[in-house]
């Protein structure tokens, strides 16, 4: 990890440097470099060595003033560094053998509205971009404690290692496991056992269902067949936990698929809960053409 942050520390220099100093580079003004993202936040995985800025540019962001400012970043960095680096839709890219960053690229507000598509980076991802900073600065206030940031890293760790749970976006995690440990009756937080076990109750209860009305949280761009398969893996999950299977669940024995085969604990047989969502078939009424004939309609379709 100290690599990633040697690493941070020498980009956000030279782009802060840019900020004061920008010299003979005109290709674009940056307003600001903010760092967000897992490694920021301290719930970043084991073996992920990933790190996230965004950029806010004074300036349109066409896309040759991000090539132009990836150009400037990364020649002062490879005169002390062996780095490779490349454009991408949010940005650019750094990276090297310890570690690499995602630089994601946003401009500020009265700008958003006047972008043009055809020369500036998509106004869809440098919203997302802007997402990002709120969310670096939600976590930052509110999910400082470290019983939060160890359940997110847990509950992040479930959604790579089950498909059903991959759906789930970092925020949405996030607000879980904040929700789990903080909202309690007498407002003292709970210990991360009984958290992560309450998180998974929560799931399993329907919490990402569009229609459920427990909390003010919601799937957020989850499809109903999602948020239907969401919830059966967590109800399957909390019928381990109640048979000692912690260790199971948490990844921490070769276990088969616990979700997609049939499992045996304490002599109790746990199959993998059937979806309840059926997309809707074809087979629909279809639209009557009105003509001359006064004949109601319930007679048409009868």
């Known amino acids: 990890m100290q690599a990633i942050q040697n ?19 005109t290709a674009c003004q940056v307003d600001e470099v903010r760092q967000v993202g ?10 992920h060595r990933t790190a996230d800025f965004v950029v806010i540019l004074k300036t349109f962001p066409t896309k040759e003033a991000v090539e132009a400012l990836h150009t400037r970043v990364a020649d002062e960095l490879k005169q002390s560094d062996c ?8 940005g650019f890219d750094l990276s090297n053998v310890q570690g690499s960053l995602r630089i994601l690229v946003t401009t500020v507000a009265p700008n958003m509205r006047k972008l043009d598509s055809a020369i500036h980076l998509d106004a869809k991802l440098m919203n997302e ?4 900073i709120k969310h670096s600065r939600w976590v930052e206030e509110n999910a400082n404690s470290s019983t939060i940031k160890v359940l997110i890293r847990i509950l992040r760790d479930m959604r790579n290692r089950f498909e059903a749970f991959r759906p789930l976006l970092p925020l949405m995690l996030d607000l879980l496991a904040h929700f789990a440990v903080t909202n309690t009756v007498n407002l003292q937080p709970l210990p991360l056992g009984t958290a992560f076990r309450r998180a998974i109750a929560l799931m399993s209860t329907g919490l990402f ?40 669940v948490l990844g921490l024995q070769n276990n088969k698929d616990i979700l997609n085969n049939t499992t045996f604990w304490n002599g109790v047989v746990i199959q993998q809960h059937e979806k309840v969502y059926e997309p809707e078939t074809n087979n629909t009424v279809q639209d009557i053409e009105i003509d001359e004939d006064p004949t109601p309609v319930a007679a048409t379709l009868a």
């Open 129 to 132: 971009h802007w997402q990002a």
């Open 7 to 25: 690493l941070v520390t020498r980009v956000q220099g030279i782009i802060e440097n840019i900020i004061l100093s920008p010299g003979t580079f």
């Open 38 to 47: 897992s490694f920021k936040q301290g719930t970043i995985l084991a073996g």
């Open 83 to 90: 780095l490779r680096s490349s454009t991408t839709p949010h």
């Open 209 to 248: 269902l569009p229609t459920y009305s427990g909390t003010t949280m919601r799937g957020i761009h989850l499809t109903n067949e999602e948020s239907d398969r969401i919830t059966a893996a967590a109800q399957t999950l909390l019928l381990i936990l109640s048979q000692d299977g912690y260790a199971a």
